[in-house]
Each structure stands twice: as C-alpha cells, then as structure tokens.
C-alpha cells in the first residue's frame, strides 16, 4: 500500500517537472500565440498588445506557471486561446477517443496475439506457427503509417466511414443506430492500430509460452501425462504470464506513438490531432494538457502492469 | 616462517574478503563469499600451491593476488607494502610484476590477433615514456617455450592446445615478471602434454628465479611440483603442507 | 549464408543512396517545375510501338492533352512521337560542387515525360519522388548514425565511468524507451520554428531523430563491454598494465561492431519513418521541397488524390525502401545468431 503511495507521488512529482520543463522550452522558442495573427490584416498591432496583456502574456515566466497551475488547480486545465475556453472542455473529449482507439486495439491485439501466440508455440514448427512468423514478420516491415493508407483506401472501397468518430447525424440517429455508427467509425482505426502492434505481441506471446514450455515442472507435468487444455491452463500460462504482464506496460507507449499517426492520417478526432494543432499555433496551454495527459497514460498503464504483477506474483511486490 | 631476505613475501594477503552478487532481480540478491577473510603469504622463489575444491574461491583470489580485482576489505601486498589501488598509474606498473596464466590459453587471446600480436601486446599496452623497454628478443623468447617461429603470423586461436599455453606463457615473461600465477594451466591436458608443460615452467622458475603460485583441484599434481601447499575451502586456508624436502633446499 | 544476403542487402541500399543522391541528374525535371495544363496527368509510359502498330527501336512517349469530351481525363497525342534520350542537354543547375548541363534521361521537346505521373498541380512526380527520397532516406540514415554514435559513446560512458554515471544514463535509457518517441519527437520539434529553409530543417530533423534514437543501443553497448571487459584476454591486457584507452580500443570497442551495425540496419528504417512521419504532419520540410512523408500526405488531403492510383508511388517508393532496411537487419540478426 504505502509502496502505492510512493508511486503515485513520484508519477505526480514528474508531472509537475515535466510541465515546468515544457514551459521552460516554450519560453525558449521563439514567438507565441500571435506571432501569426500579425500576417492578418484585420489585426492591428494595437489589437494584438491588447490581446497579448489580456491572456497575460506578457508576464514573467514564474506568473504565468503560477496562473496555469492555479488554473489546474480549479479543474479547467488551462485556458486554450485559440478555442477562448477551458482546456478541459477540449482536453476530455478528445481523451476519451484516443483511449477509446487504443484500448480498443489493444484489446484486439492481445486476443489475437493470445490466440496465435500460444496455438503456435503449442505446435511449434506446425503450418500455423509457420505462417504465423511469417505474416509477422511481413506486418514489422510495414510501417504505421502505410498501414493507416491501406486502412484509408479500404475505407473509399468499401461502405466504411472514415474521419471523425461519428456520423454528422449521430444526433438524430436512436440508439440502436448510435451504437452501430460508433462501431462502424471504429472499425478501421482499431484494426490498423492493432495491426501495428500485433507483430510485437504475437513473438513474445509465442516465446514466453515456448520458455514456460521448457520449465523443468512443465516437462515433469507431461510425463506425468498431463496434456492438451490442461496443461496449457494450469501449468504454461500461469509460468508465461509473468513476462507478458511486463511487456503489457512497454507496449503502452508505442501504442500511443502509434495512435497519433492513425488519429492523424484519418481524422480521429483523438489528442493526436489535438496536439499537433495546438503545436502549430503554439496555444500553449492545450499543448501542454497533450504531452501530460499522454504521460499520464502511460503511467496509469505502467501502474497497472505493477498491480497485475503484484497480483499473480506477490514476491515481486516488495 | 623466519622473515630471512631469502624468503621474504613477494605477494601477501592479510584478512581479504569479496562477495559476488548472483542471480536476477526476482531471485533477489543471492550473494555469494567467495574469500572470507583469506590470509597468505607468497615467498620469495617458492613455488606454492593452491589446493581447493571449485567454488573454494582460487580463482578469486588468483585475479585479487594479480591486482586485477579489489578485495571488499582486507590488504594485497606486494615484497611487503600494500598494494595502492587508488594510484592508476602504480598499479598498471605492478600488475607487470606478477603475470597471472588463465586456465584456457584460448580465451585469454583475443580472436583478431594472430600470434606476433599477442607477443607484442604486453609491451603495446605499457607506453610509458618514463621506462622505456628492450626490444623483444624474439628468437630467445621462443626458444625459451618452445615454440616453432613458424606460428608468428597465423591466427593464435588456430594453435593447437600445447602450442597456445606455451604462447601464453610466453607473453607472461614479456614483462618480465618477479611472480607467475598458474590458475589451472595444467588442467584439462592430456598426461604427457601435462609433464611436458610442467616441466617446462619448473625450468623457467629455475631459470629466471621467478616465484610462482599453482592454482589446481589437483592435490597429486599440487605434491608434485610445489614446495608448499596451501588447502583452500570455502573461501578460507584450512591446512598448509610442505613438501618434505622443501625445507631444506627449496629455494635458488 | 548471413553475411553474403546482408552483403547483397547492403549493395542494394547503397544503390537506392546513390541514384536518389544524384537526383539533379537522374530526375527528368525540377521538383518544383510546375505544368499548369497538366494538373493530375497519368503515367506517360515508354512506348515502342505507335498508334498506327509501327514497332520503334527508340522509346518514345506521346505528350498528354485534354480529353474534349471529358475535361477531367487526359488522351494521347498521337500525331507526335517524343522518343526518349539518354544525356538530354539542359539549363545548366548546380549539384553540390558541380554544374550540370545534362540529365540522364529525356525528351528533347518541352512536352516532357512523366514516368509516374504528375501531382495537383503539374509537377512531375518521378522526380518529386527522387528528391523526396532523397531527404527522407538520407535524413533516416544520418540520424540513425547519430543515433548508434550517441548510443556507443553512452554505452562506453557506462561502462568507463560506472557508478553513478551508469546508474544515471541507464535510468535515462528506460524513460527513453518507455515515453512514445512519436510523442516525444512532436513535443521537442513543437519548440523549434515552424517554418524554416530546408537545409535547418533537414539537419534539425537528423539531431532530433537520431537524439532520441540513442537509447537502445547505448543498452546493448554497455552489455557487449560488460561482457567483453570480463573475457579472460581483457583481463589479460590488464595484466600488462594496459591503459583504459589501450583496452577500450585495440580489446571492447572493436567487440560492438556487430551489435552496432545491427542496430544501425534496425534504427535507420524507424528513423526515415521518424522524418516521413514529421513531414506528414507538415512539421518537416515545407512546399515547394519535397518529402516522402509530404508526398504521402497529399493522399490524406480532399483533393481526389486517393482515386489517382499514380499517386500511391511515393508510398510504395517508402515501402520498398523501408523493406530493403528490414531485410538487411534480418541478414544481420541471422548472421550473428550463427
């Protein structure tokens, strides 16, 4: 428990470095928000003095962190110049489609990593395990973003939507309908996505069961004439569990990394895009929501990964 | 034990203790003492040997007797001083003193080098404006081994078994050492190949007045060539045997 | 077996390098020559038989025009055969210390071929292809060196210093790996000015990919010298009072050679994906000049480039080359498992 603390403290105290980090480097690169607006003819230069006084801009460094944490504090998060409102209203939205995406993905990765992985691994060296390997190792050398064009292309052949979470008329859709736009928005997303990180998870899947195989007890088990479903489930996955409970929270990040290729190239209105358009605009409060947010994530998942660990082993707890 | 100059200590161990740390960070760290609180004395022109089970902490103590590792606690000494291992630079120059031959002559070449290089190396590795050194004298080098000039330019990891230890042991006396360390030369030899090396290094102890320490498992062999014994077990001396005509006349 | 298929491998890279290196002189235009006319003209593909079935020893293509019954589709001319020469005599362009007043290939006319096609508005887009390559393929393996370079000296650093300098870089390297590098690359370029030449841009793009590439194989460096300083001949150089450099030279470092050109195969790939990836964004190189990734990008937009298959080549052109990196890492890996 205390150890729990300890984690949560040290996840919240680099948070706090983090954004300091992040202003640091913000107050480094050159312009701000309006360092655009000056292009626009409309804009006088006295309009944008007056903006810039407004959103407090001109204040030394320490204020305006000062002002941006206090604001945190309150919940809003920040405040978002482009889009004059409280970052959380941008910020949760878009948070929950990018852990939508990719928890969706993960799920189906790890289902079918599982399946293959283990199928495999039970037969080695059969056609399944065969053809396996070698779709895997095709899939790895077909980058993320090649993938999400064949997942774009497949989407103009076919009745699939594509962009956007939602149809334009969710709102007058029943509910029954509702569901089925959802789905039918995430299907291509979530299968590109967990197309990207299968290949990893179906050669740790398959070697963690090959190890847990090869344990001496294993081999005992089946000398002893356990076999088939037994087996697998009292003795191999208990043993192959424990590697892949780590890799669970490795493979986080790169899901993420992942997730904001495909949330770009197709229009998933994730934190991706989010961020890559506050970055342009250098509205720096929603770009900063991003890269925390995302790092909290990430070490939500981490976290998780300990737990699990702790709960099917409780020797590594302490 | 008198501290006459004949047999005043080369090397010397007072109290010297190391642990290793083993196994992954799941198993927890299973440490593993492999000297506990080892005292010795090497003398001057003796050959001594070192007697133990593996796992008894010879080869551990060959590497820390060859100042190649740092004992946890206790001193190393060297013609009665303790060893500074904070001073780099003196310790490159002891380590010249007292050469240390590895069990598989093999290993201790590297793979890129052929036989010539493996020669040089010593004098290579020491560039020390302050002292500079003789030329090396091949011809008598290899005479002094036995070992055919012919093998210069191969590869030294293509030497036969025989060959590599007497290269090996012949780069051991580039640096013109006070003191050789044996650990397990012999072992893993067949007989004949063993008494012809054994005698060969006995030859050069007498020849050179070198002082030697013999690592080995092998007590018979230890009785064989040595002039005193020391039985090592679980990081420890337990016993010490002189050969019998070792007292009288030892020493050259 | 492993060395010759990586050596074949290796060949074939260099090849890519060279030809889009000289894209000045293989490009049959100028990545930025814009035909007004021929706004998403299709593929002028070398021909050796004309309209009437005559059979021409030359290869020749036939210059494109608006179909007049439909004004979106383009026709033949096929009144004019333009056959296609080798050293076509052109205005006189630099390429690095040279000027060059021919290209490799042509047509004599201004008609002009277009092997693959043109984009949106009118530039030729085999030769935005080369130049684009160029950028993206030689940023990636620029940054992938820097990246095993970074990792090498980190690794030695590890092993040389130990302590708390170890303990310390190794850390770094976990945070490293664990943070999504997309994420990380995206946070660090969004400090930097947006638009910039692209000379700044490319050798910014290069420090920022290969900075952040350095982490995996600084981890294997370290486990390579670990290993390698307690080999028995490591051990038996220090013995000869050999110095840190004389060990880390003539004994460690030539021991990482394997790993590192391993690592390096692997990261280059990642590398160019990192740059196509920024350029796709719109935060690498900025229009005129051409990237794969904002060759690629061009497919995303609603311009009906998706329903132009020519304008899939860029993609493709990123494919094979990323597979060619893959399967020389592979040679490699099989290489040293043997």
């Known amino acids: 428990m205390s150890r729990l603390v300890g984690r949560l403290a040290q996840g919240a105290l680099l948070l706090v470095v983090l954004s300091m980090l992040v202003f640091v480097f913000a107050e480094l690169a050159p312009g701000d928000f309006f360092t655009g607006a000056v292009l626009d003819p409309r804009m006088s230069e006295e309009l944008i003095e007056t903006l810039r006084l407004q959103y407090g801009l001109e204040q030394p460094l320490h204020i305006r962190y000062l002002r941006w944490a206090s604001s945190v504090a309150r919940g809003e998060g920040g405040f978002s110049i482009a889009y004059r409102r409280p970052v959380v209203d941008l910020f949760l939205p878009r948070a929950a489609h990018t852990l939508m995406l990719a928890g969706a993905s993960m799920l189906l990765a790890w289902i079918i990593a599982l399946v293959l992985g283990i199928a495999g691994a039970y037969r080695a060296g059969g056609w399944l395990d065969r053809s396996t390997l070698i779709a895997v190792a095709a899939l790895l050398a077909i980058p993320e973003l090649l993938l999400a064009l064949l997942g774009i292309l497949v989407a103009v052949n076919t009745r699939l939507p594509l962009g956007g979470a939602t149809s334009l008329d969710y709102a007058s859709l029943s509910l029954g309908a509702r569901l089925i736009d959802r789905i039918e928005h995430l299907v291509i997303p979530v299968t590109v996505l967990a197309l990207t990180s299968l290949p990893v998870l179906v050669r740790h899947v398959r070697t963690s069961v090959l190890e847990a195989l090869d344990a001496p007890f294993v081999r005992a088990a089946r000398g002893h004439g356990i076999s088939g479903r037994r087996l697998m489930l009292a003795y191999v996955l208990p043993a192959a569990a424990n590697p892949l409970i780590t890799l669970f929270g490795i493979s986080f990040g790169g899901l993420l990394s992942g997730s904001l290729v495909i949330e770009g190239a197709m229009g998933w209105p994730g934190l991706g895009p989010l961020v890559l358009e506050s970055m342009t605009n250098q509205d720096l409060h929603v770009l900063l929501a991003g890269i925390l947010g995302v790092c909290a994530f990430l070490w939500v998942g981490n976290l998780i990964a300990d737990g699990l660990l702790v709960l099917i082993d409780p020797r590594s707890g302490d | ?252 | ?338």
């Not at chain 3, 290796?10 to 049959?28: K, N, R, S, T």
């Not at chain 3, 920024?278 to 480039?305: D, R």
């Open chain 3, 1 to 338: 077996m492993g060395t010759k298929v990586a050596r074949k491998w290796l060949w074939w890279i260099l090849a890519i390098h060279l030809v889009v290196l000289a894209a000045e002189l293989v490009a049959p235009h100028d990545f930025a020559r814009q035909v007004r006319t021929l706004s998403f003209a299709p593929p002028t593909p070398p021909r050796w038989i004309d309209a009437e079935g005559r059979f021409h020893w030359r290869p020749f293509v036939y210059a494109l025009q608006r179909d007049p019954r439909n004004p979106r589709e383009f026709i033949d001319t096929t009144n004019e055969r333009h056959p296609i020469r080798f050293w076509v005599p052109s205005e006189p362009r630099q390429m690095g210390p040279m000027v060059l007043k021919y290209r490799l290939f042509g047509t004599s006319s201004p008609t002009g071929i277009h092997l693959l096609g043109t984009d949106r508005y009118g530039r030729d887009m085999f030769s935005r292809i080369l130049y684009g390559a160029r950028l993206s393929l030689f940023a990636g393996a620029l940054a992938g060196t820097l990246a095993v370079v970074l990792g090498l000296i980190a690794g030695t650093l590890c092993v040389t210093w130990g302590g708390w300098v170890d303990a310390f870089l190794m850390r770094m390297v976990e945070l490293t790996i664990s943070l999504p590098w997309l994420y990380l690359l995206i946070g660090v370029r969004a400090f930097l000015p947006l638009s910039m030449d692209p000379v700044p841009v490319f050798v910014l793009t290069i420090a920022l990919v290969g900075t952040l590439g350095w982490a995996v194989p600084a981890r294997l460096v370290r486990g390579v010298l670990k290993t390698a300083r307690e080999q028995d001949y490591v051990q038996a150089a220090r013995g000869f009072g050999a110095s840190e450099a004389h060990l880390l030279f003539k004994h460690l470092l030539p021991q990482t050679r394997d790993t590192l050109l391993t690592q390096w195969a692997l990261l280059v790939p990642k590398c160019v994906m990192a740059e196509v990836t920024l350029s796709f964004f719109g935060l690498g190189v900025q229009e005129p000049f051409p990237s794969l990734g904002s060759l690629i990008s061009v497919l995303t937009e609603a311009h009906g480039a998706m329903t132009r298959v020519w304008m899939f080549w860029p993609a493709v052109a990123l494919g094979l080359a990323i597979l060619s990196y893959h399967l020389l890492a592979e040679a490699l890996q099989q290489h040293r498992d043997v």
């Open chain 2, 1 to 252: 034990m008198s501290g006459g100059p004949a047999d005043r200590a080369v090397l010397s161990a007072a109290n010297i203790s190391m642990r290793y740390r083993r196994g992954g960070k799941l198993s927890g760290s299973e440490q593993i003492q492999a000297l506990d609180g080892m005292s010795l004395e090497v003398r001057s022109g003796e050959i001594l040997a070192l007697v133990g089970p593996s796992g008894s902490g010879k080869s551990t103590l060959a590497r820390c007797l060859a100042f190649l590792e740092r004992p946890d606690s206790g001193e190393v000494g060297f013609q009665g001083e303790a060893v500074p291992w904070e001073d780099v630079l003196a310790m490159r120059g002891l380590r010249r003193r007292v050469q240390l031959v590895f069990q598989d002559p093999a290993r201790a070449v590297s793979p890129r080098f052929t036989t010539e290089q493996v020669l040089r190396e010593p004098q290579q590795a020491w560039q020390q404006r302050a002292s500079p050194q003789r030329a090396l004298d091949w011809a008598q080098l290899l005479a002094e081994v036995e070992l055919d000039p012919k093998v210069l330019p191969m590869r030294a990891r293509s030497l036969s078994g025989g060959q590599l230890q007497r290269l090996v042991l012949a780069r051991a006396l580039v640096t013109e050492p006070d003191a050789l360390l044996l650990d397990e030369t012999f072992s893993g030899l067949d007989l004949s190949l063993q008494a012809k090396l054994a005698n060969l290094v006995l030859g050069l102890v007498e020849s050179r007045g070198l002082t030697c320490v013999l690592i080995t498992h092998n007590s018979a062999l230890a009785e064989q060539l040595a002039d005193r014994s020391l039985v090592l077990s679980q990081g420890r001396v337990v016993d010490e045997r002189s050969a019998p005509d070792a007292s009288t006349g030892g020493t050259s």
